[in-house]
């Protein structure tokens, strides 16, 4: 069955980076899309960006645009999300999400079929 496993969260300061990865198992992923999303207590999980695994296809909410970068490592099958510049504000768990099949670009939950288990990053000083 189709697997997504993140890493790489953990306790940064502000102005800081950290990468976060996802490996991707169980199926071919070649004409997906896969994305990351965030969740902070109390708020609902929002988009922060997402890349076609070709890498041709590549979006970004505006608040992590042209601080956040996503790449496929395709011999290992993961899906990397760069951050830096990091900020209090994007303190949150990350989850890594596929949707299978191509066409528009995914930007929310419900166009997700398959989901990590999130992984916690925390901007502070």
């Known amino acids: 069955q189709v697997q997504l496993v993140e890493s790489g969260g953990g306790l940064v300061q502000p102005g800081g980076s950290l990468t976060l990865s996802c490996a991707a198992s169980g199926r071919s992923f070649d004409n997906s899309y896969m994305g990351w999303f965030r969740q902070a207590p109390g708020k609902e999980r929002e988009f922060v960006g997402v890349?076609?695994?070709?890498?041709?296809?590549?979006y970004f909410a505006d608040d992590v645009k042209g601080r956040f970068t996503i790449s496929i490592d395709n011999a290992k099958n993961t899906v990397i999300l760069q951050m830096s510049n990091l900020k209090p504000e994007d303190t949150a768990v990350y989850y890594c999400a596929a949707r299978l099949g191509r066409g528009f670009i995914p930007t929310t939950v419900r166009q997700y079929d398959y989901w990590g288990q999130g992984t916690q990053v925390t901007v502070s000083s």
């Open positions: 890349t076609s695994w070709s890498g041709r296809n590549t």
